[in-house]
């Protein structure tokens, strides 16, 4: 397990990302799949995620940074890619160069494109139905048209598309209401003469729950790489699998007397003569400082468990920037062990769900938050990337 000088690695399995992205085809036919890969796919690897997606049949590309696109375009994917919000007017002419799809929803915007572009180019235009982050507000529609007719003769919408604040609830009343407003605004644009072409709203939540959001294509991300987008939505997510795995091995084992305790703070106290092993990782690998303790009631105990000899073991106090500490009983446990934190041993499982159940998060903040100080190991090659 020895990757990069550690005794620690991702493994990433690039055939569950293209079983997932099969599982959202059928799911969402005739609707068709674009996979987001910013984030460095979501933690997974941003190349390696787009090549599997686009082999099992994704259509397209959505990143959120002009240099995540170009990270793909110099690994040779050639697939549309897609900018999930505006960028910076100095990022304009890269944008361009690499061929990316860019999304507007302002004047500058679409001026920008047009005053640097030296060829047509087409844009996807972002509205906002609620979601209050980024897009053109319904009342601001009007105006963004004028623009655009103004600009025609270099700037084309070839998409519109709106984001859903609510998809992994899906009986929340939102998820009706944005794409209500997101049809009336559909209509608007036709009525002022600018052709709607592709339509898109759906993320992985809505692409498996709601049938009116998928339209034109859904926008798969979390899902891709088997992570449920919600609890809302995990009866769903039987058929995916998980393509992260997270491991490590035991660097160190000692013996400790009930009534000491362990890490910065002391906040776990031993109750019994028990052994500790030593875990290389922390939070500075995306291990989260807290997972190692829960506060019940103001009483410290213990944290989320990972996988030793096919046992659940808890982690024990503070994790600390690069280890932490396990609790592994009377186990026979040796330095050079295996250690899983995301992943299978034998009959045992933990998931990313699992930490960001107790974490108080989400299953994309987990595999989003592992560094890049944790070598990845693509399954099927033979070096660490």
Known sequence: MTRGGRWARVD?????????????????????????????????????AAQAALRAGAAGLCVALVAEGVELREAGVDAPILLLSEQ????????????MTPTVYTSGSVNALADRADAPVAVHVNVDTGMQRVGVQPGDVAALVEVLHARADVVSVAGVYTHLACADEPDHPANDEQLGAFDRVLAELVAAGVPVGIQHAANSAAALANPGARRSFVRAGIAIYGISPGPGVDHLCDELRPALD??????????????????YGWRHRFDRDTT??????????????RLGTVSDGGVVRA????LIGGRRCPIVGVVTMDQFMVDVG???????DDVVLIGEQGDQRIRAEDWAERLGT?????????SARLPRMVLGDSEPS
């Open 12 to 48: 990433v399995d690039p055939t569950a990302i293209e079983h997932n992205v099969g599982v959202l085809r059928r799911r969402s036919e005739p609707a068709g799949v674009w996979a987001v890969v910013k984030a460095d796919g979501y933690g997974h690897g941003a190349v390696v």
């Open 88 to 99: 910076p007017v100095d990022q304009v002419d890269a944008m361009l160069h690499y061929r």
């Open 246 to 263: 997270l491991a490590a091995r035991v660097s160190l084992v000692k013996r400790v007397a009930a009534g000491t305790h362990v890490s």
């Open 276 to 289: 500790v092993a030593t875990v290389p990782v922390g939070y500075a690998d995306g291990v989260p400082r």
């Open 303 to 306: 944290g989320a468990d990972v």
């Open 330 to 336: 009377d186990l026979p446990v040796a330095a050079g």
């Open 362 to 370: 989400i299953g994309y903040e987990v595999v989003c938050g592992l």
